[in-house]
């Protein structure tokens, strides 16, 4: 089936629960065609549960998944459509990896010879008739893609395909990846390690604790990541008169003020789009003492770790301009 427009990923309110465990909490967010996009959380933040409601296998206490408009179960041909792997240890350990491919190629409606084809496609001729018992995760992880690449369905769904991947088996997986979604796929990939994709997501989808806390493009994410000013001085009142005067933005999760000087006595600012010497000199011609002036990164995974930290921390960032397409942070 050739890759179109209608094959976007649309989850709407999606919601589950298991007992007390609300796994999954009003959850919405959409995966375009023709790029690759990261569903990021921690472990247990409820992106294996998304993915099994997406494919039919859990029912949704609330809310709906869908792929180009339709429920999985109410796709015409569900193989050719949707590419899934969600668990890369699910093979006969004593078949091989032909023949593994070969019970599949029926169900996905294609000739024997396809599996030659996607075997190619992963890097595995080489062991086509090696039995998957004696393969390696990495392996074991190729030959689930390969499946999944059977039916040449236009939606991919992959579960952490990166783990037991070496680094080099990483930029293979992005080049896979990345051509396929050149070809106009849709492709979620998810994972609990921003690293391991940050190099091959076009847009991420970041949820924690069930919900989403982030939703853009991978660039947009980035942005959030610049350099700041931190600043401290002993007169908190006199810094934020510089900081208004000066018309200085704050980070949005930075420190508004508090203990920050001698004694814990005075303010903290976190500025963004300004420089050390810039303050500095401003400083010095207001006559205020600092006590703190330094540049300080933020690299994308903590600006990561910080929107998925638990939820009073997360808390602070409610108001990040790029950050919140729904609720960041709310209690849970
Ligand atoms: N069948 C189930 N019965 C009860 N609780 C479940 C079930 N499936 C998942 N959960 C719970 O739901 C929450 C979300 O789990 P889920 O596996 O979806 O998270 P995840 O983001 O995929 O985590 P990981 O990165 O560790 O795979 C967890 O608290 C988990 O224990």
């Known amino acids: ?39 990021l959380g921690p472990n247990g933040a409820g992106k294996t549960t998304t993915l099994r409601m997406l494919l039919g296998l859990v029912q949704p206490t609330a809310g709906t998944a869908t792929i180009g408009g339709r429920r999985y179960t109410d796709l ?35 000739p024997d010879r396809r599996a030659h084809e996607v075997l190619d496609l992963v890097g595995l001729s080489g062991a086509a008739k090696r039995r998957v018992g004696g393969f390696s995760l990495g392996m074991r992880q190729r030959l689930a ?10 939606v991919l ?15 293979w997986l992005r080049d896979l990846l990345r051509a396929l979604a050149a070809q106009g796929r849709t492709v979620l990939v998810s994972s609990h390690v921003l690293s391991e994709v940050q190099q091959t997501v076009d847009d991420v989808v970041i949820i924690a604790g069930g919900r989403l806390v982030h939703a853009s493009t991978l660039a947009e994410l980035s942005g959030l990541a610049e350099p700041r000013v931190r600043v401290a001085s002993p007169d908190a009142a006199a810094l934020d008169a510089l900081v208004a ?17 001698v004694g814990g006595v005075g303010g903290v600012a976190e500025l963004v789009g300004t420089d050390v010497a810039t303050v500095g000199h401003a400083a010095f011609a207001a006559g205020l003492e600092l006590h703190e002036l330094a540049t300080h990164g933020v690299g994308l995974e903590d600006v990561f770790l910080r929107l998925t930290a638990p939820a009073p921390a997360r808390g602070a960032h409610a108001g990040a301009p790029a950050a919140a397409p729904t609720a960041a942070g709310g209690a849970r």
């Open 145 to 154: 893609l390969a499946t999944t690449l059977l039916g040449d369905p236009p």
């Open 76 to 110: 015409d041909r569900p193989m050719q459509t949707v590419g899934a792997a969600l668990e890369a240890a699910d093979f006969h350990p004593g078949r091989t990896a032909l023949d593994h491919l070969r019970v599949f190629a029926p169900q996905a409606g294609v």
């Open 1 to 39: 089936m050739p890759p179109d427009a209608t094959h976007a990923i649309e989850v709407s309110h999606l919601t589950k629960t298991f007992g007390q465990v609300r796994a999954v909490d009003d959850l919405s967010f959409t995966v375009r065609p023709g790029r690759v996009t990261g569903f």
């Open 157 to 171: 769904l992959l579960d952490e395909p990166a783990n037991g991947l070496d680094p080099e088996g990483i930029r």
């Open 245 to 261: 005067r000066a018309g200085w933005q704050r980070a949005a999760d930075g420190t508004a003020g508090g203990a920050g000087g």
